[in-house]
């Protein structure tokens, strides 16, 4: 392995989140063509090795990480640690993503700026630029869906006070075929909710 390959390692193991093959040039005070090369040399290195660990292009660059039958470990040996809040705001962005960084911060206030430095730096949300604004775009990572044990979120786009209308038509239609009188969308929810507690 070159010595560049072993550089752009250590820069990759000491910065531990991906970086783009220009900030590692910066880093590495080297030619992107030279990045290119040592990265060819770092990534088939990592891929003749049976070890944990592997070099990856993602959407926001190149990264080490640890390869994906080893990722149990991470759950087991270092627990998550995050507040109520932190919790709350990585909800929102899973719901609501890819969502604004302003957009987020309209939602759950100003304390998500700190939300969202804590996620990226727990890998459970990714940021990318918009090319149209200066707020960027927030969305949950594979790690959210692996640590939560997610295969998919539900689609909860809001509905329109036309379609509430038509479903509680609907609702209230099937309660009458049913021979159990009239009962509004809200009134199922709210027995629902009882039979909950």
Do not use: W
């Amino acid at each position: 392995m070159s010595s560049l390959a072993t550089t752009i390692e250590a820069i990759l193991y000491l910065k531990g989140q991906p970086l783009s093959i220009a900030k590692l040039a910066e880093l590495a005070r080297c030619e992107r063509e030279d990045i290119e090369e040592g990265l060819i040399d770092l990534m088939d290195d990592y891929a003749h090795r049976d070890g944990a660990l592997e070099i990856v292009e993602t959407v926001d660059g190149y990264c080490l990480q640890l390869k994906e039958r080893y990722r149990f470990l991470v759950d087991m040996l270092i627990p998550l640690d995050l507040g109520v809040g932190v919790l709350r705001t990585l909800a929102a962005i899973a719901l609501k993503g890819p969502i604004s960084q302003t957009d987020l911060v309209d939602l759950r206030g100003s304390g998500a700026y700190q939300h969202v430095q804590e996620l990226l730096t727990q890998g459970f949300i990714r940021k990318r630029k918009q090319s149209d604004s200066r707020s960027s775009l927030v969305q949950v990572t594979d790690k959210f869906y692996q640590h939560f044990e997610i295969d998919q979120l539900p689609n909860l786009r809001q509905k329109s006070p036309r379609q509430r209308q038509e479903a509680d038509a609907v609702a209230e239609a099937e309660q009458d075929e049913e021979g159990g009188g009239v009962a509004t969308a809200k009134g199922l929810e709210a027995e629902d909710q009882d039979s909950e507690a």
